[in-house]
Structure formats: structure tokens, C-alpha cells
Nanobody
Framework: QVQLVESGGGWVQFGGSLRLSCAVR????????MSWYRQVPGKERELVAT????????YADSVKGRFTISRRDNAWNTVFLQMNSLKPEDTAVYYC???????????????WGQGTQVTVGS
């Protein structure tokens, strides 16, 4: 199957930066899309950023111009979320999400990591 392991969360002061990483493990024949979501208690999980197999990126309006999603050069084994100019409202648990096709299995549209906490102090 597919395993996603996030890292890079933590506490940062208002205006600071963090880079999240998502390590992808599995017998993957195709990466259809990789995304980052976030969730705060009592609210629905929201899409933050997506990168497709054509390296097309999309962002939530709230993070455009501040966050950048990318993948390791010439590889899909790690996906990053660079977060700059962080605000207290960016505080959330951030989750990595994969839509991939596995060798001899087929497409798995919904695989999630365990989440990593990001806290932005005011």
C-alpha cells in the first residue's frame, strides 16, 4: 500500500516560515496528485495546496502568495509545503494526501498521513 509520513511542523512566530515534508513510500506507478490539507478543531478539513503529475499547482485563496507546494527534483518520493509569512489563522494540523496508482493494485484516491501540528504565535 501507500504510506505518507509528514514532518516539519512546530511553533513559529507570526511572520515566520516553516517547511513541511511528506515522505511517500510504496510501489507507486503513477502520482496523480499530491495535496496538503489542514484542520482545526470543530472545523472541516480544508484543502491548502495541490500539485498534479503535470506539476500544475493550485492553492486556497487564503494561502496564495505565501505557501508553495513542490516535489523533490525529478522524483515524487517527497512533497514539500513551504509556508512563509505565517499568521495565527494558519494554526492547524496539516495533513498530506495522496492520489496515486499502485503497481498491480490500481488507483488509490485517498491516502492520508498522520498529520503534523503547526502553531503560529501572535
Amino acid at each position: 500500500q501507500v504510506q505518507l509520513v509528514e514532518s516539519g511542523g512546530g511553533w513559529v512566530q507570526f511572520g515566520g516560515s516553516l517547511r513541511l515534508s511528506c515522505a511517500v513510500r510504496g510501489s507507486i506507478s503513477r502520482f496523480n496528485a499530491m495535496s496538503w490539507y489542514r484542520q482545526v478543531p470543530g472545523k472541516e478539513r480544508e484543502l491548502v495546496a495541490t500539485i498534479t503529475d503535470g506539476d500544475i499547482t493550485n492553492y486556497a485563496d487564503s494561502v496564495k502568495g505565501r505557501f508553495t507546494i513542490s516535489r523533490r527534483d525529478n522524483a515524487w518520493n517527497t512533497v514539500f509545503l513551504q509556508m512563509n509569512s505565517l499568521k495565527p489563522e494558519d494554526t492547524a494540523v496539516y495533513y498530506c494526501h495522496a492520489d496515486v496508482t499502485l503497481v498491480n493494485v490500481g488507483r488509490l484516491r485517498d491516502t492520508w498521513g498522520q498529520g503534523t501540528q503547526v502553531t503560529v504565535g501572535s
